[in-house]
DNA sequence: ATGGTTGATCCTCAA
């Protein structure tokens, strides 16, 4: 089973870019953040022509999550559990059956937190701490599980093309890190770096100042893995050229291959 | 050091 993370900033805006990809890429299941769009103007026809089922966590202008599968979407859970008046969609999992078991598949859209120090950084730490509390709750389960999306959190020096440019950055700053590692210590696993160790491994490049065209990176969409679901890992890939396609979203895919 | 871009919307905000 193929599962991919692709923030996608806009499906409406990024259809024929999003189309092309799924066309190609042949993902089973795909978790996309930054939908900007409500349910009811959530474009599900030609996804849904290509043989994908949708189910979508949308709200208006912003944010924005959903899943797509190519099984049955199944046991739905819409927004992060752990704060009922959180109005920002942020999170939507599912359980989606294999030809060997079943994964649940969790789809994120971390809190980006600029400008930090700030009630947007106090958020974002905020939500951090309440998706460690649900990912312990997911890893007890003992199942296959991967949490995909846009963490927007830097790891690691060596995920960034210029550390030093997001030294004071929400996403590097040393509390973004930490919270990040606290979960990944809870004993998942990142596909990425769990089969490749090497640098210049980036998903997203700013639309801005040539980011792109200068290969300014940074690794902030991950696929962690519970060890149910690491022990069945494959293959583990970012689709960089898509951010160098038509249109394209300022991220690009990342998937990994389960053997479920 | 600064500036640079994109999407959705009610024209500025979020990234």
């Not at 193929?2 to 870019?17: D, T």
């Not at 009922?84 to 999992?93: G, H, M, S, V, Y």
């Not at 106090?122 to 599980?145: G, Q, V």
């Not at 998942?188 to 490749?196: G, Q, V, Y």
Request: charged share 25%.
């Amino acid at each position: 089973m193929k599962i991919a993370s692709f923030n996608i900033n806009g499906v409406k805006a990024r259809l024929p870019a999003l189309l092309e990809w799924l066309r190609e890429a042949r993902p089973d299941v795909v978790a996309l953040q930054e939908i900007k769009s409500q349910d009811s103007t959530f474009p599900r026809e030609p996804i849904e022509d290509l043989g994908y089922n949708v189910a979508t966590h949308g709200q208006k202008g912003f944010n924005g999550v959903a899943i797509l599968a190519r099984r049955p979407i199944e046991d739905v859970v819409r927004g992060l559990p752990g704060d009922p008046d959180d109005a920002q969609a942020r999170w939507i999992e599912a359980t989606v059956a294999g030809e060997a078991g079943a994964v649940r598949v969790c789809c994120l859209y971390a809190p980006n937190g600029n400008p930090a120090p700030g009630p947007k950084y106090d958020y974002k730490l905020a939500w951090m701490a309440r998706l460690e509390a649900h990912a312990a709750e997911l890893l007890a389960r003992e199942e296959p599980t991967v949490l995909a999306g846009d963490w927007n959190v830097i790891p690691q020096p060596e995920d960034a093309a210029d550390p030093e440019a997001w030294r004071e950055d929400a996403l590097f700053l040393p509390q973004s890190r930490a919270a990040f590692r606290r979960i990944l210590h809870q004993g998942w696993w990142d596909a990425l770096r769990t089969l490749h160790p090497e640098k210049g491994l980036y998903t997203f490049w700013d639309y801005q100042a040539g980011a792109w065209r200068r290969d300014h990176g940074i690794r902030i969409d991950h696929l962690l893995l519970s060890p149910q679901a690491a022990d069945r890992l494959r293959a583990c890939e970012i689709d960089r050229h898509v951010r160098g396609g038509e249109k394209p979203s300022d991220h690009a895919p990342i998937w990994a291959e389960l053997e479920i």
